[in-house]
């Protein structure tokens, strides 16, 4: 194209935190349904691996990121513009759990903000920007799909941060929702629990209970969630999975745990 900008054959969908665990994996799923995914996250190597697990196809773009950051985030969306002139996905995905086995009184304030920016308010800024340019172009409309987590109706112990967050993304989700009708944008929400990614290692060696013991839980394989988010995006836009929740079968979440 004259502009610069490459023909538009498939889908184009952001993922945010693709660098590793549920990002990478619903990254390699997409990508594998035919998908023009850009890869961003705040490692580029790890960014890069991704691309390279790819395999074959067009090459996935890189575009580091913060999402913390507004002008990044605005950089981001900017390159999807330049480079494909439109979105039809936002996974938004990138989150950070925070300082681990730390006591809600001993939780420093720089930590909070740290898990704050990064898991709501990256969202957010992710989310106004894809809808933006999904509002914008033509044809009009876009699904947004935000990682939840089973602390959104859940808390582990010692997890205020995280656990408020992720309480706030539902939020997020509703209103997305409903601010995106008369634009054809659809937003779901995916929560997660026990996805086996460098992030739930722990899981098998034994994590703090509610009634104060330690102990393991079972994980499921991170490509079952890949496999979920790939369903939730390929629906037309007549049709949305609002709330899914996909979870290793016995974990401690049903009944008493």
């Keep these: 194209m004259s502009d610069g900008r490459v023909s538009v054959v498939s889908k184009v969908a952001v993922v945010t935190g693709a660098g590793s665990g549920v990002g990478r994996a619903v990254a390699l799923e997409l990508l594998e ?12 190597a790890a960014l890069a691996e991704t691309a390279r697990l790819a395999g074959g196809g067009p090459p996935a773009p890189v575009v580091p990121t913060d999402v ?8 981001l969306f ?12 936002l996974f938004n995905n990138a989150g950070s759990f925070g300082p681990r ?12 903000r740290s898990v704050v920016d990064t898991n709501l308010t990256g969202a957010f800024l992710c989310a106004q920007a894809a809808f933006r340019l999904m509002r914008d172009q033509e044809p009009q409309g876009g699904r947004i799909i935000n990682n939840g987590s089973i602390s959104a109706h859940a808390p582990r112990p010692d997890s205020v941060a995280y656990t408020a967050t992720k309480h706030a993304i539902t939020g997020l989700t509703k209103s997305l929702s409903l601010d995106g009708r008369r634009y054809r944008i659809a937003c779901g929400q995916i929560d997660i629990g026990n996805a086996a990614t460098e992030m ?9 209970q509610a009634n104060g013991e330690v102990a393991a839980e079972p994980v499921m394989d991170v490509a079952d969630v890949a496999r979920t988010v790939r369903h939730m995006a390929s629906l037309p836009l007549e049709a949305n ?16 745990g």
């Design 78 to 89: 900017a390159a999807v513009r330049e480079r494909f002139g439109r979105l039809d996905l």
């Design 200 to 208: 739930t290692e722990r899981m098998s060696a034994g994590v703090p």
């Design 33 to 44: 349904a035919g998908w023009s995914v850009v890869l961003a996250g705040r490692r580029e």
């Design 68 to 75: 913390a950051g507004p002008e990044r985030v605005e950089a």
């Design 101 to 112: 086995g730390v006591a809600l009184v001993d939780l420093a304030y720089e930590d909070w």
């Design 241 to 256: 999975v609002q709330f899914a929740t996909v979870m290793a079968t016995a974990m401690p979440y049903i009944g008493r």
